[in-house]
């Protein structure tokens, strides 16, 4: 007994294998047009896996009921076997003490394992809770064969049960709680209370309640339903919150001026049993079967609904093998997927999905006849007893071919939930959803589909195109084109110029009909693909071919469009300036700020718009070189010169005085703009320029030879200046103004001689020329170095002496004085002379004694060993130390 439930033996035989394998021959994926192979290692395990109980019973099993891991099992007359899974070597073992000749009728276990009802077979009814060893009798409960028990699981714990309703033989239904409490002393009972709340009949005749459930919805709305041979009733009511302790009596009021709700079959076996699946603990059942007498009733359970509970409702019809009055059905249990019916020599599994009997267990004979089946809704396995042997199944992996039945059912979106992890699944249901929306004329569906299967491209590609489907088609491309890996550059290049020419077929389709609106969708679509960060690289390799397909469409906006993605500017602009819209050509060049296309496209533009390419070139700042954009200054057209020269001159300013650019071109450039155009700032620039040749940035001698052409004098007066060619400004000034040759003639500050010379020929000038004899005067009075006898030669002889009388007696003064000084110097000379006479001779009888031992005061030797010098201080030197120091 010890190792019971703890070791068991496989009892799968080979039949059972190759019938499970059987189920679904398509498992072997690998068809032609999938890009995937099978390559299973190992055969895979059925969904139902059936194993034997290594156990054998003292006595005959009666009964077995299973929840939350704890089994229960009567065995013979009189005794009850209690096992934790949870520790199968510890059984424990109960008698229930009964003398008379009584037997189980029913065993009823609560969904916590912790509460077990015996119903016995003379009306009687023990309780026996998980913590006890003692049986107890529910004396409130005699009388009553109890046919079935809906649990309480909202309130139901380890020592009460809650209120539940139980349904008897006689289809009563009663409410009633058990607590496993000793009680008080005068009511030591465990049942609290057993009251009637229902009675359910058939044809006017009462009829036991076959089975119960009790579920609770939203906003503590409780559904009951409850079965009879061939009836299932629904109670639907709302339950007060904080009020459920007082039980469902106040439901079946709610109830009792209607007629329940309920579904009849006419056939009848006698019995029916119903069964639920709940997908997670602690939460509503999700479907349910009912195993009456014309087949299985099975469907979903909807909480909403305010009229019925059931929905999704479909009947199973029982196989020709199932013979009501020979081989009827016993048992049934739901799972996700199946449902399974117990025979008295075999299993049968149903898909809820198809109704396809796709699993059949044959039990060996030596066992006995089946007796019942259960499910245990936490642990999930399924239990089956027969008098001598118990086993379970295992249920692995039920979802794992669901998929290809919801493929077969067309119900795609589901078939996919349930391949999403296995690849090669996935393909076949993409490629059978593709052909199913191909054949009912869905042909973008189709594509969308076809792009993300492993079939053969070239295949899919003529079928849109036999089927004249280009929208299709051009789906199909761009997903598949999306699906493609970035080293799959051969594919990508293929496919984007494929979908450019469908674009604009279907461009040149549209725009032929006249279809305004559904054709600028299809450019902003194509435009979107031509901009897509995905495909630049392709797209930027391969340029020259969308070039070629755009020219060949004749589609020039999108061929500038791209062109602007592609950042080929040039080609924007060469096209803006072809079709003579320069605005816009400039616009583009002035958003890139490409240098080498300004001076590529400034020729033209400056033709047509000087001013805003002036405006866009002085934006540019000293991003642009002005010594390129020369050629385009100098490109002036007869029409609108005058606008053309005057913007060039602003932007030669600009670049003279704000720029600071110091290229000589520039300059001697903006110099014969002013010299033909606008002479009246050409002295005022040539001022500004500087007086020095090492400030000036111009050519001088072009300068000089551009004033000299055009007769501005002053100009070339002030050149001649800068070149320091005095002599040449004074001529040249002496032409314009006598002050001006005057300024000129006092520059050469470090030649006198020079500055003589110019006063003189400005004196020269006013003497003989203009033959003002007062002006030549102050020309005496304004240069020092000119004498009255320097420009007397200069006059006529006729000319009479008062107007020179100041001038001669000046100049007689100032030769008296100059004799004075003279004098005064040679008298400070000769005195000088004496005085040196005298040192000399002072000198000459001066002597000095030199002892023997003296010594050099620069070399420390013996100063009488070489010649040397005496000084009348007192130092002593050799004649080469001294000459060394």
């Not at 058939?202 to 089975?211: A, S, T, Y």
């Not at 300024?743 to 003589?756: F, I, N, Y």
Request: charged share 25%; with cysteine; proline share 4%.
């Amino acid at each position: 007994m010890a190792s019971i439930l703890d070791e068991y033996e496989d009892s799968q035989n080979t039949r059972q294998s190759s019938q499970q394998h059987s189920r679904l021959s398509s498992t072997n994926i690998g068809l032609a047009h999938s890009g995937f192979v099978n390559v299973r290692l190992e055969e895979e395990k059925p969904i139902f896996n059936k194993q034997r109980i290594d156990f054998t019973p003292p006595e005959k099993i009666n009964h077995l009921a299973v929840c939350n891991n704890q089994l229960c099992m009567s065995l013979g007359k009189d005794t009850l076997l209690r096992i934790d899974l949870a520790k199968p070597d510890q059984p424990n073992q109960i008698e229930l003490g009964r003398k008379d000749d009584s037997k189980v009728h029913r065993l009823f276990l609560d969904p916590t394992g912790s509460h077990v009802l015996i119903s016995l077979s003379t009306s009687e009814c023990l309780y026996l809770n998980r913590n006890t060893q003692k049986v107890r009798s529910l004396s409130r409960w005699r009388g009553h064969l109890i046919e079935s028990v809906g649990w309480n699981k909202l309130l139901g714990n380890e020592t009460s049960t809650g209120p539940i309703l139980v349904g008897t033989s006689q289809g009563i239904i009663f409410e009633a709680e058990i607590s496993a409490n000793e009680g008080s002393l005068f009511n030591t009972n465990p049942d609290q209370y057993f009251r009637q709340v229902h009675s359910l009949e058939e044809d006017g005749r009462p009829v036991p309640v076959c089975c119960m459930e009790v579920e609770r919805g939203l906003e503590n709305k409780y559904f009951i339903i409850t079965t009879t041979r061939k009836r299932l009733f629904q109670f639907v009511g709302k339950v007060a919150e904080g009020s459920e302790q007082q039980g469902f009596s106040s439901i079946f009021n709610q109830n009792q001026d209607l007629l329940p709700s309920f579904q009849e079959f006419p056939a009848n076996m006698g019995y029916s049993e119903i069964t639920f699946y709940t997908s997670k603990l602690r939460t509503s059942p999700k479907a349910f079967a009912w195993m009456m007498g014309n087949g299985v009733l099975y469907g979903q359970l909807d909480y909403v609904r305010p009229d019925s509970l059931l929905s999704d409702v479909q009947v199973w019809e029982y196989t020709p093998d199932i013979d009501l009055n020979l081989n009827k059905p016993i048992s049934i249990v739901l799972t996700q997927f199946h449902f399974l019916l117990l025979l008295h020599d075999r299993v049968k599994a149903i898909c809820t999905l198809n109704g396809q009997v796709v699993f059949e267990d044959v039990f060996p004979d030596k066992f006995g006849p089946l007796k019942k089946m259960i499910k245990d809704p936490v642990g999930g396995l399924v239990w089956i007893y027969t008098e001598r042997a118990v086993f379970r199944y295992h249920i692995q992996r039920e979802a794992r071919d669901v998929w290809q039945m919801y493929m077969s059912m067309n119900k795609f979106d589901l078939a996919k939930e349930y391949c999403r992890d296995r690849p090669e699944c996935m393909d076949m249901v993409l490629a059978k959803e593709a052909e199913h929306c191909f054949q009912n004329k869905r042909y973008l569906e189709s594509a969308k589909c076809y792009a993300l299967t492993q079939n053969y491209f070239e295949e899919i590609a003529l079928k849109f195109i036999e089927a004249k489907q280009e929208e299709a088609l051009k789906e199909f491309l761009l997903k598949k084109l999306n699906n493609l890996k970035q080293s799959e550059r051969t594919q990508i290049t293929l496919l984007v110029t494929w979908l450019a020419e469908l674009y604009l077929n279907s461009l040149g389709q549209l725009e032929s009909d006249g279809n305004s609106i559904i054709f600028q969708e299809t450019r902003n679509e194509f435009r979107h693909f031509l901009s897509s960060p995905k495909h630049k690289e392709c797209l930027f390799n391969n340029r020259s071919t969308i070039y070629d397909l755009l020219a060949s469409h004749g589609n020039v906006d999108d061929m500038v469009y791209f062109s602007v993605v592609m950042q080929d500017y040039e080609r924007v602009i060469s096209h803006y300036c072809q079709h003579d819209n320069y605005c816009d050509a400039l616009e583009v060049l002035s958003k890139h700020c490409d240098e080498k296309l300004f001076y590529k496209f400034s020729p033209v533009l400056m033709q047509h718009i000087p001013r805003k390419v002036v405006d866009a070139w002085i934006q540019m700042g000293k991003k642009l070189d002005p010594k390129k954009l020369i050629p385009a200054l100098m490109n002036y057209s007869q029409m609108g010169s005058t606008q053309q020269i005057s913007e060039t001159i602003r932007y030669m300013e600009f670049c003279v005085y704000e720029l600071n650019v110091t290229e000589e071109a520039i300059h001697n450039y903006l110099l014969s703009l002013y010299a033909k155009y606008k002479p009246d700032s050409l002295l005022l620039y040539l001022e500004q320029a500087g007086t020095h040749a090492s400030e000036i940035h111009y050519d001088l001698k072009y300068a000089l030879r551009l004033c000299a052409e055009h007769g501005y004098l002053r100009a070339c007066v002030l050149v001649y200046r800068i070149m320091e060619l005095y002599e040449e400004a004074v001529d040249l000034a002496l032409q314009v103004d006598v002050d001006l040759a005057k300024s000129c003639a006092d520059l050469p500050e470090d030649d006198e001689e020079l500055r003589k010379k110019l006063w003189l020929k400005i004196a020269r000038h006013v003497v003989q020329e203009e033959k003002d004899v007062k002006k030549a005067m102050n020309c005496l009075s304004s240069c020092n170095l000119l004498k009255i006898e320097d420009i007397l030669p200069f006059f006529p002889d006729f000319v009479t002496i008062d107007h020179f009388k100041e001038a001669i007696c000046s100049s007689l003064e100032e030769y008296n004085q100059h004799i004075e000084e003279l004098k005064q110097e040679m008298e400070e000379a000769t005195e000088s002379a004496k005085r040196i006479r005298e040192d000399i001779q002072e000198m000459r009888n001066k002597y000095g004694v030199v002892d023997s031992q003296e010594k050099c005061a620069a070399c420390d030797f013996p100063l009488l060993n070489r010649p040397f010098y005496l000084f009348l201080c007192g130092h002593m030197f050799h004649y080469d130390c001294l000459f060394q120091e």
